[in-house]
């Protein structure tokens, strides 16, 4: 069976004082918590520091994107190699704010993806259509170009380091959520997707996250889609109440 996860994506928020008081929050209350994948993704700056608060809990270090390169002449960036070295098991790639702000194109996630799983970390692929591609029924397209497009050249084998999160555009901070079922049918289209490029085995063992304005008051109804195995959360991951609801989601 999958293992559920709940990962928060801290996004451009906290010092490195306040990251490091909300994870040690987190520690405290999610010490022997071990049924759910934990993680949590602070800005760049912060990721040593806040793992040297969460040794010895299961809570997990994400980063929150990665260049394509070992080492070299790229100013700016940080990569995949890097990131472990600061503690990270995960990295979020291919999110909507980095598409949209920064033209992030899938060819160069999937240079990311392969990069990632080469220097041993494990890939949070997100993937989603805006509202306007929802209403023109192109929603199933971009998924399906999305998902081609950064899983190409990734082997079976790989997809077992490789977690997907489907975060609709237009539920991204903006407290609308998709619906259980609408989330579901993009879920189940996912894997789908994943049985077709790779194996009925991949597909049932891939964890396929849900993202975009979950909340305490609708994770239970989320998690309890036969397809969703997680959730990536941006607002409601700041606040060490809300997130601990989250982890500690009602099965159904
Ligand atoms: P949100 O963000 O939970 O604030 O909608 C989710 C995300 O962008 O990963």
């Not at 022997?32 to 793992?51: G, K, Q, R, W």
């Not at 394509?68 to 600061?86: C, H, I, N, R």
Request: proline share 3%; with cysteine.
């Amino acid at each position: 069976m999958r293992k559920p996860m709940i990962a928060g994506n801290w996004k451009l928020n906290k010092t490195i004082a306040e990251a490091c008081e909300l994870s040690s929050d987190l520690s405290k209350c999610l010490a022997n918590f071990e049924e759910v994948d934990i993680v949590i993704a602070p800005v760049f700056t912060s990721l040593t520091a806040v793992a040297a608060t969460i040794k010895n809990t299961p809570i997990k270090l994400a980063a929150q994107n990665c260049y394509p390169e070992e080492s070299g002449a790229f100013t700016g960036e940080v990569s995949p190699l890097m990131l472990k070295d600061a503690g990270c098991e995960y990295v979020i790639i291919g999110h909507s704010e980095r598409r949209q702000l920064l033209e992030e194109t899938d060819s160069f996630i999937n240079q990311k993806m392969i990069k990632t799983l080469e220097a041993g970390l494990k890939p949070i692929l997100c993937i989603g259509e805006t509202l306007q591609e929802r209403e023109n029924d192109e929603m199933l397209n971009v998924l399906a170009t999305q998902i081609k497009g950064g899983l190409a050249n990734l082997s079976a084998t790989q997809m077992s380091d490789v977690v997907i999160a489907y975060e609709p555009v237009w539920a991204i901070g903006t407290g609308k959520t998709a619906t259980d079922e609408q989330a579901q049918e993009a879920h189940s289209f996912i894997r789908g997707l994943l049985q077709g490029m790779f194996t009925q085995e991949v597909a049932f063992a891939t964890r396929i996250l849900y993202g975009g304005s979950v909340k305490p008051t609708n994770v239970d109804g989320l998690m309890a889609q036969a397809d969703i195995d997680g959730a990536l959360v941006g607002g409601a991951s700041l606040k060490a109440e809300d997130f601990i609801r989250l982890v500690r989601f009602e099965k159904a």
